[in-house]
């Protein structure tokens, strides 16, 4: 049998009136986070934008996935890439993640409504969703639809099944892992849910664990390499990692950060596993736990990312936040139901000075993700000696052609990526500091980094050393034509000694 809708509360205002109050609170709430994100409509291209900025669109690729590559994510890249096809400026992209964002703050409201709370606590519950500093990144990165598209066919399902909607609901969530991959275990927040809601849905459950079935197939066949990923054995240090820092992000939004570090915490991830079993035997009636619980399934992967590539990422919490916006909401309502003296009306007014002062903060942020100098300088401010920040912000500052700037901090970068070289090479080549180039021989790896070297050497007037290192990279990069041409200029700017290898 199908399940109904969950009830209303008694308390809420009925009919009209209602009804009015809901729409009146709805339009508030969405022009604010309208409000507060106007500023950054009018950005650049950010962090890995610049791919965007410089490549043209493939939309062949963005399909079928690129050859070689470990991802598959169709229904992320390809808004992505058709309005690049069309027009190659970044606001269309801008606008649709704000489009986005605004149809995920619906959906947290009317989640929050349909599971019985009243519009006052349901719509403060989507500002709080809407205006959070840590939800920012995927609104005011455009390379996060990936992250975006999924969360919001989550959050819409979500609002499907809370009325009824199961068939609708599923097909949502069958779409989501084509967004990204950490989707393929949506149905268990799903299973959560009914849970926590007491009724179950085979409909909206089953047809969301066929579309990841699904996905898994399809990605079989896709030009990418089908690993998934290794799974560290490690599980209870990257648990307390995400755990720790979404935490921070919660309530000190200013932490918000472009490439926070990783740091393996398994004490912190041992109390998350014991809370979050003791949370699931305690979810059964209690709605306002499952929403708690629902994002958890989407986090955990994304832990064991962090732990892979040593750095973490506020994108991951767009999904949490939500949930947690809207278990406070169905927390508030049932303290209120049950222990009105409790709860004074003021109390709750008050809360909405929260989301007005987000407001500001995040409108400040998301500038931030249009420019990367200003993105990289506030990481900076954060940790000043985090190799990321470094970097990006060396590369921005060369940029800007401000190379005596970016040095210290491509030198500062090299401790984490040795690709920080290139740019540190190309940056001391255009002052001229070509004997600093030949100091970091013993760093290079790269056919780049080879060549960057080998240019060195040859405007030093030093062909025999360009030509021995040129030699052995050719050797090592068939097929890397610059090497080529720069050993046959090598060899062409001096007579070649008789014992130097046939070329």
């Not at 989507?126 to 990144?137: D, I, K, N, Q, Y």
């Not at 990481?379 to 970016?406: H, K, M, Q, T, W």
């Not at 984490?416 to 255009?430: H, I, N, S, V």
Request: hydrophobic fraction near 50%.
């Amino acid at each position: 049998m199908s399940p109904a809708p969950l009830p209303e509360p008694s308390s809420r205002p009925a009919g009209a009136r209602g009804a009015w109050t809901a729409r009146r609170l709805q339009v508030l709430v969405l022009c604010a986070v309208i409000l507060t994100y106007l500023p950054s409509l009018g950005g650049g291209w950010a962090y890995d934008d610049l791919t965007w900025a410089t490549h043209p669109a493939d939309l062949y690729a963005a399909l079928h996935g690129a050859v070689g590559s470990p991802i598959w994510r169709p229904l992320g890249a390809l808004p992505t890439a058709l309005i690049h096809s069309l027009w190659v400026d970044p606001l269309p992209h801008r606008v649709l993640s704000l489009i986005l964002h605004l149809v995920a703050v619906s959906a947290v409201g009317h989640i929050a409504t349909a599971a019985g709370a009243r519009p006052s606590l349901a719509w403060f519950a989507a500002a709080l969703f809407g205006v959070h500093t840590g939800t920012s990144e995927p609104v005011a990165w455009i390379s996060c639809h990936t992250e975006l598209i999924p969360a919001v066919l989550t959050l819409t399902g979500w609002a499907a099944l809370t009325r009824g909607k199961e068939w609708t609901a599923g097909l949502l969530w069958g779409l989501a892992p084509f967004g990204k991959e950490a989707w393929i275990l949506l149905p268990l927040s799903g299973a959560l849910w009914c849970l926590g809601t007491r009724r179950w849905s085979w409909r909206a459950v089953g047809t969301a664990s066929l579309g990841a079935a699904v996905y898994l197939v399809l990605r079989q066949s896709a030009q990418t390499s089908a690993s998934l990923g290794s799974i560290d054995p490690d599980i209870l240090g990257p648990l307390g990692y995400i755990a720790l820092r979404g935490i921070g992000l919660l309530f000190v939004p200013a932490s918000a950060d472009v490439c926070p570090l990783y740091a393996p915490a398994p004490t912190a991830g041992a109390v998350v596993l014991v809370a979050g079993l003791v949370a699931l035997a305690c979810t059964r009636g209690r709605p306002w736990l499952a929403a708690l619980l629902v994002p958890l399934p989407i986090l955990a992967p994304n832990a064991l990312a962090s732990a892979r590539n040593g750095i973490g990422a506020d994108r991951y919490y767009y999904l949490a936040i939500a949930g947690i916006a809207i278990a406070i909401a169905l927390a508030a309502e049932s303290l209120r139901s049950a222990r009105p003296n409790w709860t004074p009306p003021r109390l709750f007014q008050a809360a909405w000075l929260i989301p007005v002062a987000l407001a500001p903060l995040t409108a400040l942020r998301a500038r931030d993700w249009g420019d990367n100098l200003a993105l990289f300088s506030a990481s900076l401010a954060i940790d000043p000696v985090n190799p990321f920040s470094s970097i990006g912000y060396a590369a921005a500052l060369s940029s800007a052609d401000r190379c005596e700037e970016a040095i210290p901090h491509f030198r500062v970068g090299l401790k984490k990526d040795p690709q920080a070289l290139t740019g540190l090479q190309a940056c001391l080549g255009r002052l001229g500091h070509l004997e600093a180039i030949v100091a970091l021989s013993a760093e290079v790896t790269t056919a780049q980094q080879v060549a960057n070297l080998a240019r060195a050497l040859l405007l030093l007037g030093r062909t025999s050393d360009a030509r021995m290192i040129l030699d052995r990279a050719t050797a090592d990069f068939p097929d890397d034509h610059d090497l080529a041409a720069l050993r046959d200029q090598a060899y062409a700017a001096a007579p070649q000694d008789p014992a130097a290898p046939e070329r």
